[in-house]
């Protein structure tokens, strides 16, 4: 029997917004990798699928850099690539666990890219971006009509980032506990302030929902927190 | 009792795309309704719940125009709202079905505000949107690290289609089929088109997985049918 690689998107965090076919994929998984960065101790991608998780399966915990280039591997990858490569060698079901969908800024991308030339079948099971989520939750449409929606990581340059900011009529911001500060102030620019909300750990234990974004200070900003906002005048 | 509604997201078509609380609504709902619009005579989105309905269900079909003025109500939205309180007055546990992700270019958006105010409970149930389902069956990542990604109905205003197009290094086109050939077009010269994939019925009968754009015809792009593209040289 020859291995196989999933890569499992287990959404933002209640268990509940897995798939049918994520639940399923995991529960016949022999090999569980739970991934983490350096800096996260714990894997929320683990805790999220734990109720769905059969008493033999292994569990691995593999840390993943964030940086990663193809075509010079560091050591970190390629020993995180020597290890999945042994379980499909083994003939195992391997599921790597990833927040949100595999497909969007997520450090599964890159372990597609590690493996999508070593010979086994890897299958990618979509899973509930947390601006869905969150939109959702709040009851706060994310584009509608004929209106663009602009997903952003705020990590971008400051230039470009102001940029988007300011040409989107929708928008979702990514990783805004990097620079919090300069987020709000460039929102309260753009004239999208009044018509944002902040969702820290949708779904999670210690949720929070935030809709007044500039009284919020940036120790308060979590990890897991994505702001949806809407240019004022925009529905 | 009183009557609770839902908006639950089935996702793009395969049934095991929905979530486990998506399925869990479903099977529990007193109402299913059924959205089409005029053109389009048979609900998709009942199609990809039907595995889940309870035998005893009462589904609804009910055409909602896919034009909304909150303020002013055109009779059609009238009558559906007040055959959707009806069943809530009777204490129903009222389900929406709706396509991909109910916040997102969804029916559902205007019937959320139809009811937001109507003193009934709503809760919505987030769904995969097609374009992340699209990204993991075809293995194209939707976007990384520090790039934007932009979701646009390909039904703008030229001028400000080719404007998100050009600014753009990762694109989620929806709605090509109403003016496919100067969507390819405005890819070509935008240096799009090379990195592109356009599936048509993601998960439902007769998908479609198109990587040469410019070989098709206008007339083979389904209502259903969405691009993904990257700018060349992204990877």
């Not at 399966?57 to 990663?68: A, C, G, K, S, T």
């Not at 890219?113 to 070593?118: A, I």
């Not at 979509?126 to 994310?142: D, E, K, N, T, Y």
């Amino acid at each position: 029997m020859s291995g196989i690689f999933y890569g499992v998107g287990v959404g933002p965090g209640d268990p509940e917004l897995l798939t049918v076919k994520a639940v399923n994929v995991i529960k016949e998984a022999d090999i569980i990798i739970a991934p983490r960065t350096e800096k996260i101790e714990k894997s929320t991608a683990l805790k999220i699928a734990s109720p769905y998780l059969k008493d033999s399966v292994e569990v691995v915990h593999l840390v993943f850099p964030m940086v990663f280039h193809e075509d010079v591997l560091t050591d970190a990858w390629e020993e995180n690539k020597r290890i999945i490569l042994d379980f499909l060698t083994q003939g195992k079901k391997v599921v790597f666990l990833t927040l949100g969908d595999p497909m969007l800024f997520s450090t599964y991308i890159y372990v597609f890219k590690l493996l999508k030339d070593s010979g086994y079948p890897i299958k990618t099971i979509p899973g509930i971006p947390a601006f869905c989520a969150i939109a959702s939750h709040v009851g706060m449409p994310l584009a509608e009509g004929n209106q663009v929606l602009s997903i952003v990581p705020t990590t971008k340059d400051e230039k470009a980032l102001e940029d988007v900011i300011n040409k989107s009529d929708n928008l979702v911001l990514m990783k805004v506990y990097k620079n919090y500060v300069q987020v709000v102030e460039k929102l309260k620019e753009s004239g999208h302030i009044a018509n944002s909300v902040m969702v820290s750990r949708c779904g999670l234990d210690n949720e929070e929902i935030f809709t007044n974004l500039e009284n919020v200070k940036k120790q308060q900003v979590n990890y897991l927190s994505t702001v949806l906002a809407k240019r004022s005048g925009e529905k």
